[in-house]
């Protein structure tokens, strides 16, 4: 197996979790709707608003890859929710296909495209430092929502 291969092989299994932090997914099942726009402790945020958070950050950074009319959002008002809940649990849902989708989409780019290849609007950017924003960014914030979990009672 050539270098990029195996490389791709691990940048998608980091991009899954699993490795040095717990998969989303397997978090994202112990979130109760109720519980969802909570702030326990006076933490500035709730799950929804973290996980609000990791999502968007996930999709500007797929489009940073993909778009050849990439225009950088506004920081950070952009990359956080307005409110602290989401209107409806139809739109909690939402958002978790959204984040799922947008990580099935990263994958297929670490399929086709080749990792040292610059981003279509970047600067010496290439797919391989998106790819690596991308896992540890979310696996920051995956802590985040761990101890957001503990907290509230639902995840020992």
């Known amino acids: 197996m050539s270098l990029e291969n195996s490389t791709k092989m691990l940048l998608q299994k980091h991009l899954n979790g ?18 969802v726009g909570e702030r326990p402790y ?41 409110q602290q809940a989401p209107e409806s649990e139809a739109s909690w849902q939402q958002l978790k296909k959204d984040y799922l989708n947008d990580r099935s989409r990263l994958e ?14 970047g600067k010496n950017q290439t797919l391989m430092r998106e790819l690596l924003l991308v896992i540890e960014h979310t696996a920051y914030h995956t802590g985040q929502l761990v101890i957001i979990l503990r907290l509230l009672g639902l995840y020992k």
């Open 42 to 82: 006076k933490l500035p945020y709730s799950l929804y608003e973290l996980f609000y958070h990791i999502t968007y950050a996930q999709k500007d950074i797929l489009e940073y890859c993909i778009s050849e009319d990439y225009t950088t959002p506004n920081w950070p008002n952009d990359y956080w929710p307005k």
């Open 18 to 35: 699993g490795e040095a932090f717990m998969p989303i997914s397997n978090l994202l099942s112990e979130i109760t709707f109720d519980k």
């Open 108 to 121: 297929q780019l670490i399929e086709q495209k080749s990792l040292i290849a610059v981003v279509p609007t």
